[in-house]
């Protein structure tokens, strides 16, 4: 694992920022003092976004603010990678912004994955049923379908 440069930090940060302003406070701990960390939270692609892994679920979902639930028809479809419907919509956090970053629950608050709200709170009331609401990112089964590349 290699140190990440002062942009790659900028890119990570944001991005949890969107998840969670709790997690500014591992800025703290100077970067040269860091070997590596126990779980893998994300990559940096070619284009020097940064995405979040599904690894970093079990340590962002219990400080989400913004959360979705899923209907239990919608489950599946989501864990198999497609993004969540209105119709498969449980509920949702009350003024959750569009494009907003959001933990997906089940009904019975089990986290399965991440995504980005397409439609704020009041927007999703007024939708059609088979438009998208929110944007799938990763979810829990994606242990299975990319085990070998998941490190």
């Not at 608050?109 to 709200?117: C, I, K, Q, R």
């Amino acid at each position: 694992m290699r140190p990440l440069t002062e942009e790659e930090t900028r890119a990570l940060f944001e991005k949890l920022a969107r998840y969670e302003r709790i997690l500014k406070l591992a800025t703290n701990i100077p970067r040269e003092n860091l070997v590596a960390l126990g779980t893998c939270f994300g990559k940096f692609t070619k284009s020097q976004k940064f995405r979040l892994h599904i690894t970093a679920l079990d340590y962002l979902a219990p400080y989400a603010k913004y959360k979705v639930w899923v209907k239990p028809g919608a489950e599946q479809s989501f864990l198999y990678g497609n993004h969540i419907l209105k119709s498969g919509l449980g509920r949702i956090t009350e003024s959750t912004a569009q494009y907003q970053g959001v933990v997906v629950y089940s009904m019975a608050d089990v986290p399965l994955g991440f995504g980005v709200a397409a439609k704020s709170t009041q927007e999703c009331r007024k939708v059609d049923p088979m438009a998208i609401v929110v944007f799938h990112q990763a979810d829990i089964g994606e242990y299975i379908r990319h085990e070998e590349t998941l490190t």
